[in-house]
Structures are given as C-alpha cells and as structure tokens.
C-alpha cells in the first residue's frame, strides 16, 4: 500500500491531530473493524484540513476518494431545479462516506461542503480497491454500513411521515447532543450543542419551514428545555427532550 497519494502525505499535507485520530478511531463502525484492516486504511490515507463553506465533494464528478470526517462536520446537500438548497445530513467525526459511488462507478450524487474548520481524512479509489481485494472482512463491513445507513433512511421518512414536528425536532437536538453535546461552562446540568446550525439549516432537516422551527423552539425555551443563545442552542434538560420524543412515538 506504499502509494504516491501516501508518500505526497507525508511529504506536504497534515497528520492528524492526537483529538482528529481518537474520532476516526472511536467510530462506530470502524471501531469494529480488525486491527489489521485498520492499519491498512490508515496507512493508505491522507489527510485535508478544510475552511468554513469550503467545497469537499461535488455532485456530478467522478468519485475518487473515499472519505472520513475527522473534525468538523460535513455538510450534505443538493440544489432543487428552483434553486433552493436542501441540506440532507451533516456528516460528523468517525463517519465515512462516498463510497457508494465508488461501488457502483456512478458520479457523485450530492455536495458536501465543511461546516465550521473541518479535517477529512482520504483515501484514494485506487487504494480502496487493493484494500478490498487484500481483505475479504472489508466486504462484510461495508454490507453492514449500508445495511444501517438503509434502517437510518427507512426511520427518517417514517418519522417525516408519522411524527409531529415537535417530536421530530427533539429527537434532532437529541441526536446533535449525542454527536456533538459538549458541557456547559455557565450550568453543570446542561449541554451545549457545539455544531452551530442556524434555524433555517435546522429546519432544512426536518423538511420544514424556518418559521415552523422558531415557534417550536420558542416553545422548548418556555418550557425550560432548551435555551436559545447567539451562537447556537443549550439542552438545559435532556431527560425532558427524550420525554417529548417519547410522548410524540
């Protein structure tokens, strides 16, 4: 696995920090791969430091990596024929992505932009291959992250289909908490979502209008579930937001 993208990695991009290598390595799924495997997509690998807004992947090209965020968050979206912005998924660190078009050598079928300083971590579609083709557990492995991502997509429209608004968007912050929940320094019990999303961003989640989304967190903030603050949103009682999650199933 000696490949030219590895050697120019060593050479001139980044490595990743100590914090950027825990996140790959504490993934889900990766996680669960062998050790030798591992070693082998590691090593294979290059790493991309990305500012706020910055291009990652565009719809319509040809695939070439394979890629991981690191750090950051990865923005998901497509553009409809009218020109409005549809955001499908922030991807966040330990999570792999763009694989599908590598398997089936269509183009790409999404943007991905960096939300906020973003790292990704590379690999080659060259290196991806030899990597499958030297290790049979790879297949396996990416049959059950597609096997999840499929119950993540089934579960998402059947939320979008079932579920009230309310109950859709605590489940959102629920899943934000998990992903990127860091204490409050001002409330012990509290949690602070550190990715920031502006509401219109929030909404274009839940397939709902911005205006929707600002009355049902005002209404959270009455409650004293949440509280809304310049630069992003605290979840002052969780046990209260599993409860509207709940309530709402």
Not at 33 to 43: E, K, N, V, Y
Not at 191 to 210: T, V, Y
Request: aromatic share 6%; net charge positive.
């Amino acid at each position: 696995f000696a490949t030219q993208s590895l050697k120019r990695q060593t050479m001139d991009e980044p490595i990743l920090t100590m914090e950027e290598r825990e996140s790959i390595n504490a993934g889900r799924w990766f996680s669960t791969l062998s050790p030798s495997l591992r070693h082998d997509i590691l090593r294979c690998a290059y790493v991309k430091r990305h500012k706020d807004g910055e291009l990652i992947a565009a719809r319509g090209e040809p695939p070439e990596q394979w890629i991981a965020c690191a750090k950051g968050a990865v923005r998901v979206s497509s553009t409809s024929v009218s020109g409005k912005l549809i955001t499908l998924t922030y991807v966040e660190p330990g999570i792999w992505f763009g694989d599908v078009s590598i398997f089936d050598g269509d183009r790409r079928t999404h943007d991905a932009y960096a939300h906020g300083e973003t790292t990704t971590l590379n690999v080659a579609k060259a290196d991806f291959k030899k990597i499958l083709a030297s290790h049979v557990e790879l297949y396996d492995a990416m049959l059950r992250l597609h096997a999840r991502r499929i119950r993540q997509l089934f579960g998402l429209v059947e939320d979008l289909n079932t579920l009230p608004l309310r109950a859709r968007l605590a489940k959102q912050l629920n899943h934000l908490l998990r992903s990127y929940g860091v204490p409050s320094l001002s409330d012990a019990r509290a949690i602070r979502i550190s990715l920031q999303l502006a509401q219109e961003e929030l909404a274009q989640l839940l397939g709902a209008s911005r205006q929707r989304v600002n009355q049902e967190l005002k209404q959270m903030e009455r409650e004293q579930v949440i509280k809304i603050e310049p630069g992003g949103l605290t979840v002052l009682d969780r046990e209260a937001l599993l409860k509207i999650v709940n309530s709402d199933n």
